[in-house]
């Protein structure tokens, strides 16, 4: 039989393509799915025997999570990338080490074959193919759903007539949870002027009273909250626990997809947010200005360029070695509180901050210079000014 590795989350579309390919194409289906920080034991026990129950030869579950972290979401904290300046790449981010290790298991199993459910009208066709063409360029890829644009009606019915009765009833709101994010999709969002009602956010206000949380970072990653140490992977799960249950982090993003079309998503994204501004903060005070500006520039292209699923260009290591580079002096501890579908950043203590020189406070008395010094630098400063000044006027 011919070896072929699904992509298998156990929704639908991947489900009729287990049925699908292993009964009407002969394939020997070994499916496979990667936790990113969506999945319990329990759930992935719930799709380890639905596979089996769709024909599948075997399934397999890898952990992915510290890889993850360690691979992406490190490197998104280090840049602060925040999509079109308010999405933390929940989702985009999840799939491309999803793709990866999708592809590392395919090659180690020997498959033929690797296939996936994703339809031709989104992002993940293109970070899925992408991926696994350029690390597994002699694996063909599979792909029923988009190459026989199957609408959801006769995935069902096919299933059902092939005695699948699983209740796939399309649920009002889509939800998909990752280590670093929640997205949430639902009619609201394929409008331009509706909002997401507050009941399709996974998590409810559940606590009013403010709270101070005290995140500790170390080089720029996140080690301990309120002077508890943990691993990053565990701080950040630790802090979307807290945070989650004061409804903070909701928003919708509205982007520019890989294929040239505008889309809108909801999210839900407390930890990642927090670590975001909170780690900015900390930056602002510890790097230089030059050091900010360049920091700007490249991780918006960093987060560009792993959206649209170019992570493996090798400039994307240069970035990252960037990156890593100028978080040598981010460490200390950012205070702030949590409130109500808010929070706020109280201030920073750290060995490193720049405001603790004894040169001088801003606006106030200077020990570094005199103020004849102040004024020879002004002048010069207002070279370049004061010639254009006087060369235009004479015009």
């Known amino acids: 039989m011919k070896k072929l590795v699904l992509a298998y989350s156990g929704g639908l579309d991947t489900s009729y393509c287990a049925k699908y390919l292993s009964q009407e194409e002969g394939f020997e289906v070994h499916a496979v799915s990667v936790n990113t920080g969506g999945f319990s034991k329990e759930e ?67 498959a033929e074959y690797i296939a996936h459910g994703s339809t031709g009208a989104g992002n993940d066709q293109v970070r899925f193919d992408m991926i696994f063409q350029i690390m597994a360029p002699e694996i063909k890829i599979i792909t029923p759903i988009r190459d026989n644009k199957l609408s959801r009606e006769v995935e069902i019915d096919y299933l059902q007539k092939n005695g699948i009765d699983y209740p796939w009833e399309k649920a009002k709101y889509s939800i998909n949870r990752g280590l670093w994010g929640t997205s949430v999709g639902g009619d609201e969002t394929l409008t331009s002027h509706l909002p997401l009602p507050g009941s399709a956010y996974p998590s409810q206000l559940e606590k009013e009273f403010p709270k101070e949380v005290k995140l500790g970072f170390k080089q720029g990653e996140l080690v301990s909250i309120d002077g508890e140490t943990a691993n990053p992977v565990e701080n950040i799960e630790k802090l979307e626990a807290i945070a989650s249950k004061y409804a903070i982090g909701r928003d919708i993003h509205v982007g520019d997809t890989i294929i040239g079309i505008k889309g809108r998503v909801g999210f839900e994204a ?77 201030g920073v203590s750290s060995n490193h901050d720049l405001m603790n020189a004894s040169f001088g406070s801003y606006g106030e008395m200077n020990k570094g210079w005199t103020a004849d010094d102040a004024k020879g630098f002004i002048k010069i400063l207002s070279n370049s000014g004061k010639i254009a000044n006087h060369i235009n006027q004479a015009l």
């Open 44 to 110: 992935i026990l719930g799709i380890q025997q639905k596979a089996l129950d769709l024909g599948a030869s075997s399934y397999t579950s890898i952990d992915a999570v510290s890889n993850f972290y360690e691979k992406v979401v490190k490197y998104l904290i280090f840049g602060n990338v925040l999509r079109n300046n308010t999405y933390p790449l929940s989702v985009s981010a999840e799939r491309i080490v999803q793709a990866i290790e999708i592809a590392n298991h395919a090659k180690k199993i020997g």
């Open 270 to 346: 407390a930890a990642s947010l927090i670590i975001i501004k909170a780690h900015h903060l900390l930056e602002k005070h510890t790097l230089s200005k030059w050091q900010q500006y360049q920091k700007e520039q490249l991780g918006n292209f960093y987060g560009m360029l792993l959206h649209e699923g170019n992570y493996l260009d090798e400039v994307m290591r240069n970035i990252e070695a960037f990156l890593e580079d100028t978080q040598k002096n981010v460490s200390g501890e950012v205070s702030l509180t949590l409130h109500p579908y808010r929070f706020e950043l109280n």
